[in-house]
Every structure is written in structure tokens, then in C-alpha cells.
């Protein structure tokens, strides 16, 4: 039901009663998306959509923290073995 | 997928789960709240890769599986009156009520409609003036400010024959309701990506000072889990009973704003009873007074039908995380997803499903 999916927005529309919309590209799929609760976003930015709406703008910096820790964990191990790691 | 694909890389995987096992010292008991997390850990194994360092318990949060007995009874009841067209997402149509599902009734003559958004179902309303269009609208917080939209916009653009049957609830109130039970057996939670990225965290921060518990947000994607399950078992070992943001492409510590606002606006906070588990104060959101016009149970007076739940099913426990789907003795034969007898087994999100999917042969 909490269903997000990350898309990135190819079209955004400014409308009446302050409701953005716009296209949104999930894997060469587009779809129609609600992108009023992210008012500020720009073509080229990713979303997370549920149910037809964006709930948040995907941070590019904080998506990238798991793979920086993972490296450091590669680095350790490699310290680890004196012959140089598997 | 961008965003998607590089968080199941296996080899990534592995470095966690080797990460988790060498940092536990003993079997953490945590519990993920969210359905579509459970989903995951069952589809990929990764309740059994951690198995002596981390025991899942599996959650309530699955809206579809909670949703009481009650209302579904109501939707089927409104479904049935002449003239209404009655849409919801596609889940909602298979939950059982007392006398049946909604496909059922559709398949008697009713116009039940599956949706994808809460907007589909506004825009039939506006496509066809004559009929009634009623929304059958359920979900936790992630799904609230759509819905609350859907109403937000019926209201400005005078949508006179659309209205919304509510069925929402909240994660806080039922995580309380857990850890007030004697019977608890969750250290620590994983607290649920999405509707933190509507609501941020500081809720859990609240509930962590309170409880003594550690709470980690994290996202859907099996390096999500794995990377949020570390940080909960470092918590765990280091007897810290605080909150972590691991899903911080998405969430930040307030949420969505722009979202709650309108939220906010449309929904305000009520008792709610949860199927399975019983009333929950202050768990649910019903529609303030100045959208009382769209509240479907104001405007079709329907027969309140009170039935009991299937004797031999056990969805209870298994929401409230004391059995797991495959302890039940209706599993996977009086009860499978063609034919069930609880929630759980409906939802792609329950977790009765998810045993059914990916535990076939154990179960």
C-alpha cells in the first residue's frame, strides 16, 4: 500500500488552484503524476510517487550514503589481510 | 531503475549481512512496521541470512489487512445502493467482509471500479454527473495526502457527487499500542520509509525517549533493509534508545510540509479499531467538520452489519507480531490468496501473502 516508486520528472505544469502536474519516467514508462506536494521540482529531478502523487524529491548526496559506507567496509577489509584481501 | 536497481546488488548485500553478524552478540528481536519492508525481507531472504543476529517480527502495517470487518461491510452495503459507483486500489476489493468481497459484489451487477490514484476516482465523479462516485479510501499516512486531495479539489471545483468512505490509520498510535502490550517482545523498530517521508521522524524520537527503544527509518530496497537493520542492531548493542534517518534520500526529519498542510486541513485524528487488533486510541483520521459534505457514511445511511472473523484464522497475532503466518493451521490450504480467510492473505502486503509467495514449500 506504502508503495513508492523513484521516477524521473520529464514535464512539469503549473495549473489553476495551485496544482502542479506533471510526467513522470519510471524505466521508459511515463505516467501522468500529481507534483503538488513537490512544488519546486524541476525536469531531470527523481520523485518517489504513490498512488499517482509525488511525496518527496530524491536527495542525489544522501542516496549515495550506504555505497560510501559499503566502500569504507571494502577498505577495512582489505586493512585486515595482510596479503591484500580476497 | 535508477534508485532501484543498485540498491539489490548481492554483492553489497553480503558485506551487510557479514556486517550485521559480526556486529550482534545475540538474536535482536525488531520489528519492521511496514508491509511493503516485510515484503521485502520475505522475498529475499533476509529474515533467514540473519538468522542468530536479528529475529523480524513482522507489523500491523498493512492498511488493506486492518481495515475492520466493519467498514468493508459498509462499502459493500454503499456499493449496492442504486446509482453508486464505488472505486478503491485493487487490494481493497478482495478483503473479505462478513457477506463476501467487493468483487463479489461487482461480479452481482454493483459498479465497483478499481483505481490507481484517489484523483481517478474524482475525475469518474466529474465524467459522470449522474452517478455517485464513492472512494473507498484507505490507507496509512503516506496515502492520506492524496486522498485528502482528492477532497481538497472535489470542494474547490464543486464536485457535488463525489464523497470518500475513510478507513485511515496511523503508525505512532499502534507502535504504542505494541509496546503497552505486556506481551511485547520488540527491542527495537524499523520505522516505516514512506510515511516518514510524509510525517519526517520526530514522532519516533518521541516514542524512542519514551519507550526506551531504538528506532531506524529505512526504505524498501533490500540494501535499504540491510543497511538500516546494522544501524539498529549497533543501536541495540550499545543499549542507545535513539532514532536513525537511513532513507534520508527520501525522508527528512519533518516530512513533507506542502503535504501535511493539506492533510491537515482535510483529516483530523479519531479513534480507530483495527481488524485483527481491536480500538486503538487516536490511531485513525476521519474528515474535519468543514468536509463532513464528503463523508460517504453522512450521505448513504447503511445497515451496520456485525459479524465475527473466520474461527480458524490467526491474522490478530500475526499483525500484532506474536505468530508467524505459517503457525496457522488455515495456511496455504483452507486459506491462500485465491480463497482467503484473513486480510493478511490478500494484500501483496501481508504478511500471510508474503509467506504464501516466497515460503511455499516450508509452509
Known amino acids: ?86 | 531503475m535508477k534508485y532501484v536497481d543498485e540498491y539489490r546488488e548481492p554483492e553489497a548485500a553480503r558485506k551487510l549481512v557479514a556486517a550485521i553478524h559480526a556486529t550482534a552478540t545475540t538474536t535482536h528481536r525488531v520489528m519492521e512496521v511496514c508491509g511493503g519492508q516485510t515484503h521485502t525481507l520475505i522475498r529475499y531472504g533476509i529474515d533467514e541470512l540473519l538468522e542468530g543476529a536479528v529475529e523480524l517480527i513482522h507489523g500491523p502495517g498493512c492498511p488493506v489487512c486492518v481495515t475492520p470487518l466493519e467498514k468493508i461491510d459498509r462499502a459493500l452495503a454503499i456499493a449496492a445502493c442504486p446509482g453508486v459507483t464505488l472505486a478503491s486500489f485493487g487490494d481493497m476489493l478482495r478483503v473479505p467482509g462478513s457477506r463476501g468481497d467487493l468483487l463479489a459484489a461487482k461480479a452481482r451487477g454493483a459498479d465497483v471500479r478499481v483505481v490507481y490514484s484517489p484523483t481517478d476516482a474524482l475525475a469518474l465523479a466529474e465524467t459522470h454527473p449522474d452517478r455517485q462516485v464513492v472512494f473507498f479510501a484507505v490507507g496509512f499516512e503516506t496515502t492520506a495526502p492524496a486522498n485528502a486531495m482528492a477532497v481538497w479539489l472535489a470542494a474547490r471545483k464543486n464536485v457535488t457527487n463525489f464523497s470518500i468512505l475513510t478507513s485511515h490509520v496511523r503508525v505512532p498510535p499502534a507502535i504504542r499500542a505494541i509496546m503497552d502490550d505486556p506481551d511485547s517482545r520488540v527491542q527495537g523498530f524499523i520505522a516505516p520509509g514512506h510515511v516518514c517521508s510524509i510525517m519526517g521522524y520526530r514522532e519516533y524520537e518521541e516514542l524512542a525517549r519514551e519507550y526506551r527503544v531504538p528506532f531506524v527509518v529505512a526504505g524498501f530496497e533490500p540494501l535499504d533493509l540491510l543497511d538500516g537493520l546494522l544501524a539498529l542492531v549497533r543501536l541495540l548493542e550499545d543499549h542507545e534508545a535513539d532514532t536513525r534517518n537511513r532513507y534520508g534520500r527520501s525522508v527528512r526529519r519533518d516530512g513533507n510540509t506542502e503535504a501535511r498542510k493539506i492533510m491537515d486541513e482535510v483529516f483530523e485524528i479519531s479513534d480507530m479499531t483495527w481488524r485483527g487488533i481491536g480500538p486503538i486510541p487516536a490511531s485513525g483520521l476521519r474528515l474535519t467538520a468543514r468536509y463532513a459534505a464528503f463523508d460517504a457514511e453522512r450521505r448513504f445511511c447503511v445497515e451496520n452489519v456485525r459479524a465475527s472473523e473466520p474461527s480458524a484464522c490467526i491474522a490478530g497475532a500475526v499483525l500484532q507480531g506474536k505468530r508467524k503466518p505459517h503457525d496457522c493451521a488455515a495456511f496455504g490450504g483452507a486459506c491462500t490468496p485465491e480463497h482467503p480467510l484473513g486480510a493478511p492473505m490478500v494484500s501483496t502486503e501481508g504478511a500471510c501473502a508474503a509467506y504464501f509467495a516466497f515460503r511455499k514449500v516450508e509452509g
Do not use: W
Not at chain 1, 8 to 18: A, Y
Not at chain 1, 60 to 84: K, T
Open chain 1, 1 to 86: 500500500m506504502c508503495l513508492g516508486v523513484p521516477g524521473r520528472v520529464v514535464e512539469v505544469t503549473r495549473s489553476e488552484l495551485g496544482i502542479v502536474t506533471g510526467k513522470v519516467e519510471f524505466g521508459g514508462i511515463v505516467k501522468d503524476v500529481n507534483l503538488s506536494y513537490t512544488p519546486e521540482v524541476e525536469r531531470g529531478q527523481y520523485v518517489v510517487v504513490h498512488v499517482g502523487f509525488s511525496i518527496s524529491t530524491l536527495d542525489e548526496q544522501e542516496a549515495r550514503r550506504v555505497f560510501d559506507y559499503l566502500e569504507e567496509i571494502g577498505e577495512l577489509e582489505q586493512l585486515a589481510s595482510p596479503e591484500g584481501g580476497p
